[in-house]
């Protein structure tokens, strides 16, 4: 079995900041990626960074230079630096990793179980 655990949410006034944390455990062979989607009410869930072994990082136009994306490979864990929050980035945080388990060939997506972020105006 494969667990993402995420961690960091709560609650924040507009311009602050919040650090994100998901850890990866169990049976994991490889990591190739590890990002954070969000999930508004009464909207799609979307990408707001991925982190591939490449060091290739993407982010949401809407995101870009607030938020930072890193990853402790050691640790399997991803990171999210959130600073300059607005109203908007309200939201629940998935994280969201592709892995090879020890028991597989193919490489599978995960998800965690995501961490409320509100951001208050």
């Known amino acids: 079995q494969v667990q993402l655990v995420e961690s960091g949410g709560g609650l924040v006034q507009a311009g602050g900041s919040l650090r994100l944390s998901c850890a990866a455990s169990?049976?994991?062979?490889?990591?190739?990626?590890m990002g954070w989607y969000r999930q508004a009410p009464g909207k799609q869930r979307e990408l707001v960074a991925m982190s591939t072994n490449g060091a290739t990082t993407n982010y949401a136009d809407s995101v870009k230079g607030r938020f930072t994306i890193s990853r402790d490979n050691a640790k399997n864990t991803v990171y999210l630096q959130m600073d300059t929050l607005k109203p908007e980035d309200t939201a629940k945080y998935y994280c969201?990793?592709?892995?090879?388990?020890?028991?597989?060939?193919?490489?599978?997506?995960?998800w965690g179980q995501g961490t409320q972020v509100t951001v208050s105006s």
């Open positions: 169990g049976s994991i062979r490889s990591i190739n990626a």
């Open positions: 969201n990793a592709k892995i090879q388990p020890t028991y597989a060939i193919q490489q599978y997506y995960y």
